[in-house]
């Protein structure tokens, strides 16, 4: 199942990018004006110029939509090069030290979670290169400076870890709530659109299962709603046993669809042995032993064009509408222009 479609995270980033590049790339322009006229301090200078370049450059790509995954780290990691580069050289006259703060942030915004944490211990790390030289000036204030930039450095780090490790969370409890079904947790109808979306092209076999259970509704009416719903959780785990999970979407009510990833005969098999399987098994409510069939239409996808999904369902539909007609419990299909029954 593609969960991009719905997960915008790379969105963000690009956004994060976009603004971040343009700042860094003002600020150091100011920076580098400051460094070459009138501290006089020219390599600094020049280097600082070079990054605003490249980070209008940068700019300029997250705009028309062209930026690539290396721009984020290349932009992230020449700007702390930089930081340390002035910290090592301008020592603590400038106060450039107080940008150090700024890589938690930065790493966690664009890297995410994991890479935030590993960015953020390396700098940290890379960070007591520079300042270690601050202790050779001697005195408690090189001291203080070091303590207290290392705690605010690690509180930063602390709120932008929980933060970014929350965010995570919640994007993850959405994405569910958006695309599985809560009672049986498969995939609901959202996420199939979002599988074959109208731009998504086939370019191998695939078929379509779609599945209702037979008379699902004395299940209901002898034995309760409840056992109704462990009737299709049980069915459930038995799709994803033998499909897996990013295969098995149910559609509502008693009816599922299963992608097949094989062509029409090989998924037309595939479609008499889960019918067999699901016959054969031992569906259980409370001290109830329910004997449980299903009916299949199938459909295969056509490949080398984009799909239109209801055209498949219809078609799909039209298939089980035969089999449920030819006594249930078989599966239907269309193979050059026959069909086939269990």
Request: proline share 1%.
């Amino acid at each position: 199942m593609n969960r991009h479609s719905f997960d915008k995270t790379q969105e963000v980033r690009i956004k994060v990018l976009q603004g971040m590049s343009l700042i860094i790339a003002l600020v150091a322009l100011v920076v580098a004006y400051v460094n070459i006229f009138i501290s006089k301090v020219y390599i600094l200078g020049t280097i600082e110029v070079l990054l605003a370049v490249f980070c209008f450059y940068t700019y300029y790509k997250t705009c028309v939509s062209t930026s690539k995954v290396w721009h984020r780290w290349a932009v992230a990691y020449a700007y702390f090069f930089v930081v340390f580069l002035a910290v090592y050289i301008l020592k603590t006259d400038e106060g450039i030290t107080h940008w150090i703060c700024t890589f938690p942030i930065l790493a966690y915004l664009l890297f995410g979670k994991k890479h935030g944490l590993i960015s953020s211990f390396c700098l940290l790390f890379a960070s007591m290169i520079p300042l270690s030289s601050f202790l050779s000036l001697g005195g408690a204030n090189s001291l203080h400076l070091i303590l207290n930039l290392g705690l605010a450095y690690m509180t930063i780090w602390t709120v932008s870890h929980i933060y970014e490790a929350m965010r995570y969370s919640n994007q993850e409890t959405i994405l569910n709530l958006a695309l599985r079904d809560p009672l049986t947790k498969a995939f609901n109808r959202r996420a199939l659109q979002s599988r074959f979306s109208k731009q998504t092209v086939i370019d191998e076999p695939v078929c379509v299962a779609l599945i209702d259970i037979d008379f699902f509704k004395k299940v209901n009416d002898k034995y309760g709603h409840d056992a109704g719903d462990a009737v299709l959780t049980q069915l459930t785990d038995l799709f994803v046993e033998q499909f897996k999970e990013d295969n098995v979407f149910r559609m509502g009510g008693e009816e599922f669809v299963v992608v097949i990833n094989a062509d029409q005969q090989a998924a037309y098999d595939l479609a008499k042995c889960l019918i067999k399987t699901v016959e054969s098994h031992k569906f259980t409510y409370e001290k109830n032993c329910l004997k449980i069939t299903i009916s299949i239409g199938l459909e295969e996808l056509v490949t080398d064009s984009s799909v239109d999904l209801s055209k498949i369902l219809k078609a799909a539909d039209g298939y089980l509408y035969i089999a449920k007609n030819n006594g249930r419990n078989c599966a239907v299909c269309s193979i050059n222009n026959s069909i086939l029954g269990n």
